[in-house]
Every structure is written in structure tokens, then in C-alpha cells.
């Protein structure tokens, strides 16, 4: 197991290069720099050019990569221009807001997609099965976005029950219980609409891996000792079903911290998606840099993750 | 494709059903699948034809019949500078549609190629290949795509050539799962006598690839394809309602949802942006019931 895991890191090194080199290289293809877009205008161009200077934009591309990747080696990733301190810890301030989000839809999807999932194969084609069947593929179908917009036209502006976006009340002083129900309310929307998006693809792929199991002949032979439907289903196929399904929760590592750019923007959900976003309107680069290679490294432990959860549940994969 | 049929056709003077014939007609029976195609077919029929039908044009604005909700004129209102939004849908869905289908087509080009190749070579061609494909399974996909919009936008790239760029960036990210697909089928039928035979003939490598091994594995790109598109128009939409994308004055569903960026339109009129919402989502809908269909079509080992 150890040399599995330590092959594995050793695969990531290369891999991190390359979209390292991917991120700075569509950075360096960009014509303007923070200066250009927010401050030239009040500035006399030596002032301008001092700037550049001093955040080292006049150097060549090169030295620039290394100088920024030796820097995010070391676990520094620049300041951002537009916060006026460390990428990192702006990521660190935001990147809990969204993780709430993402871990309360997460949670919502995996309660309801695995069961459902898992019902939905041993009927199938019933009409359970062809109802879930439709409705994940409602939820695969329809654009966060448009889901989120619908969902605030309905509950937030129509009905008035619930807010229109952001995370807490403005001017709200509430403390203690009465905060959390406000952030709570807050959150409904945003997490039903991830979730929604969430449920159908994990229970699709909850009902083909149980269908898959269902079909082995150890189940034919689980059936045939006389075991009780119950037991061959729930003690034989379900463990086996859910080898898969547990590779997917390292898979999702990513969108637990990386934040959901699309629904945090519709809810003004002051989440690390929404931030990076506006930092690229404001061309905060590092931060935007910042923010992908995070992103790029969060995706390569999600893998990581889930192929060590994959080779602990299943003995097979580790011999390959 | 047509070399699979030809080979079924020589090879039997008894009448056996040829592949294509097969999944036909399993994917007749499928009534899911066909409810998709149908609703695909209309989409595509609304899309490249309707316009020639509606009577009003793009070009001429009329700020008198601006904001109008849905008449018998205007079938489903108008916009801020008096444009019918029915004809607006139409064309928005020639963009989406294209863009869905013309990424797609350079997404299974790359993946075809590189999965054939490393396939068929393995060795350090195939090693360098698949390293390559996993940088860019990699990729965090929508923050790099919104990077790549927003140096588009920096470099003043011409609305009717950003939909070109839209589509070769839509292209670019999402090769690698076809390739990794296409490689792992290919090295299982390499080993195979039809490829000895192919041997023995003396054929040239490219001819064994292109004609001998990637048509059997086109059952896996035709699948992938077509679901593909799908997710090809939801980030397309995605990223041009984020103004990202493609932007007006050509319109794509995903843009003419940017109208709810303004409070009024949002909250009071909602024939602006509900009937882009549902074009996409029922073309995409209908995508992936096509989709599925074929899989379950092409895919022997479902037989039911």
C-alpha cells in the first residue's frame, strides 16, 4: 500500500508542472495587469512603469514563472493587489464560506442519492426507478444558474420567504442562535440549488454500480443458498456497490473548497468562487493565479484521495 | 462507420442484421430516447429554420415597442430596444447549438487522435500522451475557462470570432476522458487476429489505425459525443451568461439570460430570460435521453 501511494504522489510532480505551467502560461497571454486596468489613469507613466517594477511585471515571462512558482513552492502566492495582503490568506478568509455551502449540499445529495440510487436498481424499471431515473436527469440537464434564478424568483422575490443572496442580514446584530438561523436561511437556496445539480450524477452513478453488482454470479449464489432478498441486497451487493461510490468522495474533495463560481455569483454568496471571480474583473491576478493553482492542487488530491480510497476498499486495484 | 457495415455485408450471403441496423432498431423501442430525439430534432428545426419564418427582423430596433410582454404580434414580448424575443431565441439557439456541436467535433478529433495513437504505440509515445491527458483531466475546468474569457475579452477579440474561440477553448479542455476511453478500448483490440491479419497484409500503420482499429471504437466516441454536447452547451451558457461567453449583440441562450442583471426585467419580466432557461435545459434534457438510449443501444452487453 505504501508503494502505491507513494508511486502515486510521484505521478502528481509532472502533472502540477504542467497546469502550473498551463495557469501562468494563460496569465502571461493576457495583455493588461492590475495597473493598467485600475490605477494608469490617475498615474504619470514613470509612476506606471515604477509599479511594474516593483511587482516585477517588467521582467521577462521565465523569470517571472519561476520566480512565482519557486514563491508557490514555498506556500507563498503573492499578495493580492486588490485585498492588499496575502493570497493566501484572503483564500483562507473566504474558502469556509463556501465550504459550509458545498459540505451542507454535499451531504443532501449523498442522503438522497444513495438510497434512492440503490432502490432504484433492485426495481428496475419500475416505475420508482423510472421516476428517479427522470428527475436526476432533470437535475443533470438544467443550468445551476437557471435553477438558481428560478428558485429567487419564486421563494425570494414572490413569496418573500426566504432572502434574495448574500450570508447574513445587512445590519442584522444578532448573536449566537439567532445569527446561525439567519446565515441558515441564507443557505437554503444555494444548497438546494447545488445539491439538485449534485443528486442526479451520484445517483446514476449509485444504480449502475449497483446494477453491475446485482448481476455477478455471487449474488446468483447468495440467492440460490436461500439467503433472504434483504441480506443477498444489503450484506453481498451493497458492499460491493459502493466501492465506486466511495472513490467519489475523494472526487469531491475539489468542490468542497474550490466553491461553486456559478451559484456563489448568482446568490452573492461571499464564497472563494464569487471572489475569484470578481478578482478577475479587477485583474487581481496573483489572486486569480493563486486561487487556480489551489484549485489545481485540491483536484489532484481529490484524485489522489480517491485512489487510495479505491485501493483500501478493493485489494484488486493496489496489484495493477 | 461505413466500414464496419461494408465488412458484415461482404462477409454473409445469409441476411444478418448489420450493427448500425441492430442498434437502430433498439433504439427505436426505447420511448425515452426517442422523446429526446424528437424534442433535439425540433430544437435544431426552431433553431435553423424558424427564423425564416417570423417576420420581424434583428437589425431594425424600435424603442416604441420596447419591454412589450407577449402579444399576438410579438409572441413572446420584447426586449429593451424593441427586438421580438421569439426570433432572438431562435438565433441564440443556431449559437448554442453550433458552439455544442462544432466543440464537440474538435473534442472527439483530439481525443480520437491521441487515444489512437497511444493506443496503438504505447511505449513512451504513449506514456508522453497520457500524461498529457492527465494535465488536462487536471484542468480545474470553469476557472480556467473563465480566465481564457476574460483574455479574450483583453485582447478585444470580435464578437463573431469569439464564438470560434468559445468553441476551440470548449474543445481544448475536454479531450482527455475520449482519449483515456479510446486508448484503453484500442489496446485490448490490437491484440486482436484482425489485427495480425492486418499484419500479415503489410498496411501501413496509419491505415491500421484509421481504418482497422478506430472503427470499433466509434460505438464509445458516437456515446461520449452526443453526451458531450450536452455539457459542451451547459458551460457555453454558463460562461455567456457570466458575459463571458459569447457576447451580444449575438445572441446565445446563455447571454440573453444576462437580462435578469437588471432588477426590473428580473422581477417583472420574466419573458426575457424564463424561455432561454428552458431552451437549454430541454435541449440538454433531450441530449442526454438520446444520449443514454444510445449507450444502452450500442452497448451489447445490456441486452435486456
Known amino acids: 500500500m505504501r508503494q502505491y501511494i507513494t508511486r502515486r504522489v510521484l505521478q502528481m510532480i509532472p502533472i502540477l508542472l504542467g497546469l502550473s505551467i498551463i495557469i501562468f502560461g494563460l496569465f502571461a497571454l493576457a495583455p493588461g495587469d492590475f495597473i493598467d486596468a485600475n490605477l494608469s489613469k490617475n498615474l504619470s507613466a514613470e509612476k506606471v ?44 478568509d473566504y ?71 448574500g450570508m447574513r442580514t445587512a445590519g442584522l446584530n444578532a448573536t449566537g442562535f439567532a445569527a446561525m438561523a439567519d446565515v441558515g436561511k441564507h443557505l437554503i437556496l444555494p444548497t438546494l440549488v447545488l445539491a439538485f445539480s449534485g ?5 446514476r452513478y449509485t444504480r449502475t454500480s449497483m446494477l453491475e453488482v446485482i448481476k455477478q454470479d455471487y449474488i446468483r449464489t447468495a440467492r440460490a443458498k436461500g439467503l433472504s432478498e434483504k441480506t443477498v441486497i444489503y450484506r453481498h451487493a451493497l458492499r460491493n456497490a459502493l466501492i465506486p461510490i466511495v472513490t467519489i468522495l475523494g472526487l469531491m474533495l475539489p468542490g468542497l473548497f ?45 484524485n489522489l484521495l480517491s485512489d487510495i480510497l479505491y485501493a483500501a476498499v478493493d485489494p484488486r486495484v493496489r496489484l495493477k | ?121 504505447g511505449g513512451w509515445i504513449d506514456n508522453v500522451l497520457m500524461r498529457i491527458a492527465d494535465i488536462f483531466m487536471a484542468v480545474p475546468t470553469m476557472p480556467i475557462l473563465v480566465i481564457l474569457a476574460a483574455v479574450m475579452s483583453d485582447l478585444k477579440v470580435l464578437p463573431e470570432r469569439r464564438i470560434f474561440v468559445v468553441m476551440f477553448i470548449l474543445g481544448i479542455l475536454s479531450w482527455a476522458g475520449l482519449s483515456r476511453l479510446v486508448r484503453g478500448q484500442i489496446l485490448t483490440l490490437r491484440e486482436q487476429e484482425f489485427m495480425q491479419a492486418a499484419e500479415a497484409l503489410g498496411l501501413k500503420d496509419s491505415r491500421k489505425i484509421f481504418k482497422h482499429l478506430i472503427p470499433n ?49 428580473f422581477q417583472n419580466r420574466p419573458w426575457l430570460w424564463i424561455p432561454p432557461g428552458v431552451c437549454i435545459f430541454l435541449t440538454v434534457m433531450a441530449i442526454n435521453l438520446f444520449g443514454d438510449g444510445l449507450r444502452d443501444a450500442l452497448d451489447p452487453k445490456l441486452k435486456r
Request: cysteine-free.
Open chain 1, 49 to 92: 512603469a515604477e509599479l511594474k517594477a516593483l511587482y516585477g511585471f517588467d521582467q521577462p515571462l521565465h523569470i517571472r514563472y519561476f520566480r512565482w512558482a519557486g514563491d508557490a513552492l514555498r506556500g507563498n502566492l503573492g499578495d493580492s493587489l486588490q485585498f492588499s495582503k496575502p493570497v493566501t490568506s484572503v483564500i483562507n
Open chain 1, 95 to 165: 474558502v469556509w464560506n463556501s465550504f459550509i455551502l458545498s459540505a451542507f449540499s454535499y451531504l443532501l445529495s449523498i442522503i438522497l442519492a444513495v438510497p434512492i440510487g440503490i432502490i432504484s436498481a433492485t426495481k428496475q424499471y419500475s416505475k420508482f426507478d423510472m421516476g428517479a431515473t427522470v428527475v436526476a436527469l432533470i437535475g443533470i440537464s438544467m443550468p445551476a444558474f437557471f435553477l438558481g434564478l428560478l428558485m429567487i424568483k419564486i421563494f425570494a422575490i414572490d413569496l418573500h420567504i426566504l432572502p434574495v443572496s
Open chain 1, 199 to 203: 443528486v442526479g450524477s451520484l445517483m
Open chain 1, 258 to 302: 474550490g466553491g461553486a463560481m456559478i451559484t456563489e455569483q448568482i446568490f452573492a454568496f461571499p464564497g472563494i468562487g464569487k471572489i475569484a471571480l470578481g478578482a478577475l474583473s479587477k485583474r487581481d491576478y496573483p489572486l486569480m493565479m493563486g486561487f487556480n493553482m489551489f484549485m489545481a492542487v485540491l483536484v489532484l488530491l481529490g
Open chain 2, 1 to 121: 462507420m461505413e466500414a464496419v457495415d461494408k465488412k458484415v455485408k461482404i462477409n454473409s450471403n445469409e441476411t444478418i442484421e448489420s450493427p448500425w441496423r441492430m442498434t437502430y432498431r433498439r433504439l427505436k423501442k426505447n420511448k425515452l430516447s426517442m422523446v429526446g430525439f424528437v424534442i433535439l430534432l425540433g430544437m435544431f428545426i426552431f433553431s435553423f429554420i424558424g427564423p425564416f419564418l417570423s417576420p420581424h427582423d434583428m437589425i431594425t430596433t424600435n424603442v416604441l415597442n420596447a419591454n412589450k410582454p407577449p402579444s399576438s404580434q410579438f409572441w413572446l414580448g420584447t426586449d429593451s430596444v424593441g427586438r421580438d424575443v421569439l426570433l432572438r431565441l431562435m438565433l441564440g439557439g443556431r449559437i448554442s447549438l453550433l458552439v455544442g456541436l462544432v466543440s464537440v467535433a474538435i473534442s472527439v478529433f483530439i481525443g480520437t487522435l491521441v487515444g489512437g495513437l497511444s493506443g496503438f504505440y
Open chain 2, 217 to 265: 471504437v466509434v460505438p464509445t466516441i458516437i456515446v461520449n459525443a452526443t453526451l458531450g454536447i450536452g455539457s459542451s452547451i451547459l458551460m457555453e451558457s454558463a460562461l455567456s451568461f457570466l458575459g463571458l461567453g459569447v457576447v451580444p449583440p449575438i445572441p446565445s441562450w446563455g447571454n440573453m439570460i444576462q437580462s435578469v442583471n437588471n432588477f426590473y426585467n
